[in-house]
């Protein structure tokens, strides 16, 4: 996987990174190559099923990533951005893992042996690598005391299933805390935002929304910093508070704290506008 100054991965960036969430691709693609790490975008991938498939079709939902996991090459983790699809890939990587008649479908449907030690790795573990082996370069206190409220979601509390693995919460709060920025104390920062209910019972979304946007208000946060496509947009559409408390996510940051992305126009297509709040900080012109 690495050279000397190399990290190499596979990358799977999910509908929501290639559609309503640009802004965390691309400024999650910037950190990387700042960072040295080089993404190889899976060709011809496919939704991994998240949010609609896995409440529907079983049959759909194991199918869906697991032709995602057969494109990804056998030589090099494969990295998935968004917290559900790591969740719906990991979960089939595992399942198929631990059943024969499983393995013997995969090969028979696309084509190719099913590799049980394909790594699948959040943009979370990655970047906690990253920082324990002392690689993490570029980034000063560029952050100038923006207080933030950390927010993790639900997306991060595995099923039984998948109990081991690792969550890497504080994550945030360690690596921003060294970019100059300042995590508020609250106590919403793994709840749920609602977001698999938004069409269902839009009503609960909505209130599961505001009770999280009132508690970063009551923890003084300047903004809401999140990981998560789903809640970031479930967060921006369904807050109903005036002055609304802008959502970053955590690459949008990053690449901020390492001096890329000011003049990019990420932070136009957000639907509570954090350019104020960043100008405040003398973190955008």
């Known amino acids: 996987m690495n050279n000397l100054n190399t990290l190499q991965y596979s990358y799977f960036p999910g ?12 400024s999650l693609i910037s950190f990387c190559r700042q960072q040295g790490v080089e993404l190889t975008e899976l060709r011809d991938w496919n939704c991994c099923g998240s949010s609609s498939a896995h409440s529907i079709d079983a ?76 690689r993490l370069k570029g980034l000063s206190g560029r952050l100038n005391g923006l207080r933030f409220a950390p927010y993790y979601g639900c997306m991060l509390m595995r099923p039984p299933k998948m109990r081991r693995e690792h969550t890497f919460h504080g994550l945030m709060e360690k690596v921003l805390s060294q970019t100059g920025a300042e995590p508020v104390r609250w106590p919403h920062k793994a709840r749920c935002c609602g977001t698999f209910l938004s069409v269902s019972r839009p009503l609960v979304a909505a209130k599961s929304v505001q009770t999280i946007m009132d508690g970063a208000a009551r923890a003084n946060a300047e903004c809401i910093v999140t990981a998560c496509a789903m809640c970031h947009l479930n967060l921006e559409i369904r807050s109903t508070r005036p002055g609304r408390i802008p959502v970053l996510y955590f690459s949008e940051l990053l690449s901020l704290a390492g001096g890329i992305g000011q003049g990019e126009g990420w932070f136009r297509r957000h639907l509570i506008d954090p350019r104020p709040l960043l100008r405040r900080h003398h973190l955008i012109a």
């Not at 499983?102 to 573990?125: C, H, K, N, T, Y």
């Open 15 to 26: 509908c929501s990174l290639a559609t309503s969430a640009k802004e965390s691709n691309r």
């Open 59 to 134: 049959h759909l939902a194991h199918h869906l990533p697991a032709r995602n996991l057969a494109l990804a090459p056998p030589d090099r983790p494969l990295l998935v951005a968004c917290p559900s699809c790591y969740l719906r890939l990991k979960r089939t990587h595992m399942e198929i893992a631990e059943d024969s008649a499983a393995r013997e479908e995969f090969q028979r449907m696309w084509g190719r042996r099913f590799d049980p030690d394909l790594e699948i790795v959040s943009f979370f573990e990655m970047l906690s690598m990253i920082v324990d082996q002392g």
